[in-house]
């Protein structure tokens, strides 16, 4: 296989050196600006190296411009950009640090405080990005595109998250069919609200948006008012999100004035598209925004391990519950459990992928990466029908998978971590399907005797140890966890539990 060089991104970038690529929430800057302070910082990481070669460096940026520079400097000075969850307490930023061996924690100043007792505990280089970014350039090395690039964490059924590694030819394959298949252009612009931790926002957003010569627009996070005000106020033609987001955004509508609601809708109108993933795209949700916004929701299917697989087309007829059909390059096959390919539609089958898209390796799990590939083919662990030569996800093969809010969690992970309260003697954690969120997670507890537990308290403790959305939302107490004849806790009968109240 012939690689070329990583350079492509920055090389397209010199040609937009005067336009603008990013605006966040200190100003906006150039592709130009974009390259200088990436150059500085690779120059600082290097710190007279030659080459990184794929040296792991952790960041905890805000989404910004810092966090663009930062990451283009790493992948310019030959190393491997493990991005960090600003969302994420101490125990998961440590782990992740730990996991992916990382040489060198960069961290802005908001979050110093964060990652400072890690780096010295773990003694690795600790570079703030006030420093990183000021620094002048020296010349960079050339780095091959078949080496590794980022290592992203995604939460396996086995509990601990796993690493997964990309190549810059991964990551320029994933973009390149997006940008084709979504016919992305240097007038675009785009609107940024989301984690800067996973797929969704590092390639299908970010990457894809400076690759085009667009403009991205960069907010920390999500807020509906906010979200709308940008609407109506910039000259945006994307945005893309998750099903909770489009949720609330929504819910802000509702509660506009009549001629609040004339500007959202006549804000909406000037986009060219509007995409939703990382969770099931409710039908409802679809409906109810197309009437608001006369935007159809572009539902799209991938997963970190291969970034996007399938999508709904850009020009033709988008059918609600379905995900499309494979973006260019990118092959899809269908299993059974009996190991055969489905070739009649309407049959369930694991989907399974193929092509320049789909990941190197899960980082240092020889294993588990050989458990994830079938002949050749990635399985993805999910299950899905075509008709009519289009795909509709019927859900995780697994129970232990959870999606809330465009997160895939692990129930198993939660539990480990929830078997270590004082009060708590046993838990079992599942998915209970949530209009807002996708799923939300309850867990049914066994306390030890004379032990109490509220849902508020075992909340705020859980806060201090998981992110945000793996915290529970629901708990029911219980004298014993269903259990089958081998012991083994059965997750079926535990979501009855739940399914009851609704």
């Known amino acids: 296989m012939t690689h070329h060089n990583q350079a492509q991104l920055f090389a397209r970038a010199a040609e937009f050196a005067s336009r603008t690529a990013l605006i966040d929430l200190n100003g906006q800057y150039t592709y130009q600006q974009l390259l200088d302070a990436s150059a500085g910082a690779a120059t600082g990481l290097l710190a007279g190296a030659d080459d990184l070669q794929e040296d792991r460096v952790a960041f905890l940026v805000p989404s ?76 960079l090395p050339e780095v091959d ?61 970010l990457t894809c948006a400076l690759w085009s010569g667009a403009i991205c627009q960069m907010l920390p996070g999500f807020k509906a008012d906010e979200v709308w005000l940008r609407f109506i106020d910039s000259d945006l033609t994307l945005f893309m999100a998750v099903p909770t987001i489009y949720n609330r955004l929504i819910a802000a509508w509702e509660v506009a004035s009549v001629a609040e609601k004339e500007a959202m809708a006549a804000a909406c109108a000037r986009f060219r598209l509007m995409v939703s993933g990382s969770a099931a795209l409710p039908v409802s949700v679809l409906e109810q925004w197309e009437a608001i916004s006369g935007q159809r929701l572009l539902e799209r299917y991938g997963m970190t391990e291969i970034g996007m697989a399938l999508s709904n087309p850009l020009y033709g007829e988008r059918v609600p519950g379905f995900v499309g059909s494979p973006l260019p390059t990118v092959e899809i096959r269908l299993v059974d459990d009996n190991g055969q390919v489905v070739t009649v539609d309407g049959t369930p089958g694991e989907i399974q992928v193929k092509g320049p898209n789909v990941f190197l390796e899960y980082w240092r799990r020889p294993e588990a990466t050989a458990e994830a590939f079938q002949d050749g083919w990635f399985r993805t662990g999910d299950t899905a029908v075509r008709e009519n030569s289009i795909y509709r996800i019927l859900g995780r093969n697994s129970v232990d998978i959870i999606k809330t809010g465009g997160y895939k969690v692990s ?78 806790v059965t997750k079926p009968e535990v979501k009855k539990l739940f399914e009851v109240e609704n």
């Open 64 to 139: 910004g411009f810092d966090y663009v520079a930062t990451q283009w400097g790493i992948w310019r000075a030959g190393g491997i950009a493990v991005p960090l969850a600003v969302s994420h307490p101490r125990p998961e930023l440590e782990y992740v640090i730990t996991d992916a061996d990382a040489a060198t924690v960069v961290v802005h100043p908001e979050f110093a405080e964060r990652l400072r007792p890690i780096a010295q505990e773990l003694d690795l280089r600790f570079i703030l990005t006030t420093d990183l970014l000021t620094g002048a350039a020296a010349p």
């Open 145 to 205: 595109a078949g080496r590794r690039a980022m290592i992203l964490y995604t939460s396996g059924t086995t509990g601990k998250p796993k690493g997964v590694v990309s190549t810059h030819d991964n990551i320029q394959a994933q973009v390149t069919a997006l940008i084709s298949a979504w016919g992305w252009t240097p007038d675009d612009h785009i609107l940024h609200v989301l984690p800067l931790h996973h797929t969704h926002g590092i390639i299908n957003v």
């Open 411 to 488: 129930a198993l992970e939660i539990e480990e971590t929830l078997r270590t309260h004082p009060n708590i003697q046993e838990c079992a954690v599942v998915g209970i399907a949530d209009p807002k969120w996708g799923e939300r997670v309850c867990v049914a507890l066994v306390l030890k005797p004379d032990h109490q537990l509220t849902l508020e308290d075992l909340r705020d403790w859980a806060k201090e140890r998981l992110a945000p959305y793996k915290v529970p939302a629901d708990m029911q107490l219980v004298a014993d966890l269903p259990r089958n004849a081998m012991g083994k």
